[in-house]
């Protein structure tokens, strides 16, 4: 049986709901500046009324948001699932096979180095609370800690709240300006930075190259405005 390390449980709980959070914000807004980045750019080539881009930009945000949420909900709700079920195995198992489920516990302690009278000792006093036992199994054979029954709802308010501040950056100039193309410039600029700046947090959780990554979603958002622009303009002409 595989032996997890953990720090204090404390400390391992307050770190997994700050990079939960920190997670939920960076892809909430990192895709809200995005895909209302791309529909402004694409309107901007084809209407002469910020009012227009506004509305238009507005309603996108607000559909996005949304869809986002959802998302963000449906996995929290997986996550919980999927933690309710191996609980649910790992208590039948413990009714119908402790023999099995004991010996798992004594390897982990094995692995630990102790000697097999402590290993007895420590079995006996860790099997004897049925739900202490469980609990065990679940962190130190499948590695899987209790998430929070509220992770859905949250992950779905933080990704949703946070489209829509990230779908307000490239809008901005709109609410401003009455050129559109000058908007338009205006808003490239700032969307830009932030995505740089966005696709290197978001890199840095998932583990990827953060300056590459950060490039990345960059170029991704200023190819689906350009895109957008493009295709706008053709239509139109």
Not at 81 to 86: A, G, R, T, V
Request: glycine share 8%.
């Amino acid at each position: 049986m595989e032996t997890h390390l953990h720090h204090d449980h404390d400390h391992h709980e307050n770190h997994l709901k700050s990079s939960d959070m920190l997670t939920d914000v960076v892809i909430g807004m990192s895709d809200g500046l995005t895909v209302p980045f791309a529909l402004a750019a694409g309107l901007s080539g084809a209407v002469s009324s910020t009012s227009l881009i506004i509305i238009a930009g507005l309603a996108e945000i607000a559909a996005g948001s949304i869809a986002m949420g959802l998302g963000g909900y449906l996995a929290g709700k997986t996550e919980i699932d999927h933690y309710n079920s191996e609980l649910k195995r790992e208590y039948e198992e413990v009714e119908t096979v402790p023999h099995k489920e004991k010996e798992e516990v004594r390897e982990f302690f094995s692995n630990l180095g102790l000697s097999e009278e402590v290993q007895s000792k420590a079995v006996d006093e860790m099997t004897k609370d049925k739900k202490k036992w469980v609990d065990f199994m679940m962190k130190y054979e499948l590695g899987l800690d209790k998430p929070d029954p509220r992770r859905a709802k949250k992950s779905a308010f933080n990704i949703g709240v946070s489209y829509v501040i990230g779908g307000i950056v490239p809008l901005s100039p709109y609410f401003f300006i009455d050129d559109v193309m000058s908007a338009l410039k205006i808003s490239a600029v700032v969307t830009l930075i932030c995505l740089f700046v966005f696709g290197f947090f978001k890199s840095r959780i998932t583990g990827i190259n953060p300056w590459a990554g950060a490039l990345r979603v960059m170029l991704i958002g200023a190819i689906a405005a350009a895109c957008a622009f493009g295709v706008a303009r053709l239509i139109q002409s």
